[in-house]
T-cell receptor
Framework: DTEVTQTPKHLVMGMTNKKSLKCEQH?????MYWYKQKAKKPPELMFV???????INESVPSRFSPECPNSSLLNLHLHALQPEDSALYLC????????????????FGAGSRLTVL | AQKVTQAQTEISVVEKEDVTLDCVYE???????LFWYKQPPSGELVFLIR??????QNEISGRYSWNFQKSTSSFNFTITASQVVDSAVYFC???????????FGKGTRLHILP
């Protein structure tokens, strides 16, 4: 079983809907990440939370809104998405916060596959 | 800027053959980390190995081995006696000390044929 749990596994939404993706880890990790992965492409970093504070936003459109309620939970709120936002959204966590070391090993969840109609 | 190149987009080999996945990287930092991740059809990326820029020792883990050569900026991955379960997309990745962001290569899709 994966140690990073993402729900839902699949989500279909219209462009006017509001939905959320959820991610949970219980490994005591202090950094959590959202990645977006289009088909046959590598994961692209969206957001990083370090010690529950947003530390990196890779210029993601405001229709994606991250939230970290506590060190174990990470949400991605979705609103007014476009069809081109359809992708696999991967959550990951790592033991240390954004530490400027480069050594963090990421543990990934299985992803939430989002389809925007 | 950092960059990771995996020139092999897709490879197919017959089971039990050995296969090497190539990875070439670019960085201006002297301190950096290299990774390999496996992504099976289920979608979850699985960590395989991490090497830091000061440790050029090759590593072997079961049927997997890694060859890190700073002189050619390469970090290649070899699977010996491949198995069907090795079929997946494999990503090489680089993280620099200064910003701690992992940059993935485009991946190599590996098909192991029975």
């Amino acid at each position: 079983d994966t140690e990073v749990t993402q729900t839902p596994k699949h989500l279909v939404m219209g462009m006017t809907n509001k939905k959320s993706l959820k991610c949970e880890q219980h490994m005591g990790h202090r950094a959590m990440y959202w990645y977006k992965q289009k088909a046959k492409k590598p994961p692209e970093l969206m957001f990083v939370y370090s010690y529950e504070k947003l530390s990196i936003n890779e210029s993601v459109p405001s229709r994606f809104s991250p939230e970290c309620p506590n060190s174990s939970l990470l949400n991605l709120h979705l609103h007014a998405l476009q069809p081109e936002d359809s992708a696999l959204y991967l959550c990951a966590s790592s033991p240390w916060g954004q530490s400027s070391s480069g050594a963090n090993v990421l543990t990934f969840g299985a992803g939430s596959r989002l389809t925007v109609l | 800027a950092q960059k990771v190149t995996q020139a092999q987009t897709e490879i197919s080999v017959v089971e039990k053959e050995d296969v090497t996945l190539d990875c070439v990287y670019e960085t201006r930092d002297t301190t950096y980390y290299l990774f390999w991740y496996k992504q099976p059809p289920s979608g979850e990326l699985v960590f395989l190995i991490r090497r830091n820029s000061f440790d050029e020792q090759n590593e072997i883990s079961g049927r997997y081995s890694w060859n890190f050569q700073k002189s050619t900026s390469s970090f290649n991955f070899t699977i010996t006696a491949s198995q069907v379960v090795d079929s997946a997309v494999y990503f090489c990745a680089l993280s620099e000390k200064r910003d701690d962001k992992i940059i993935f290569g485009k991946g190599t899709r590996l098909h192991i044929l029975p």
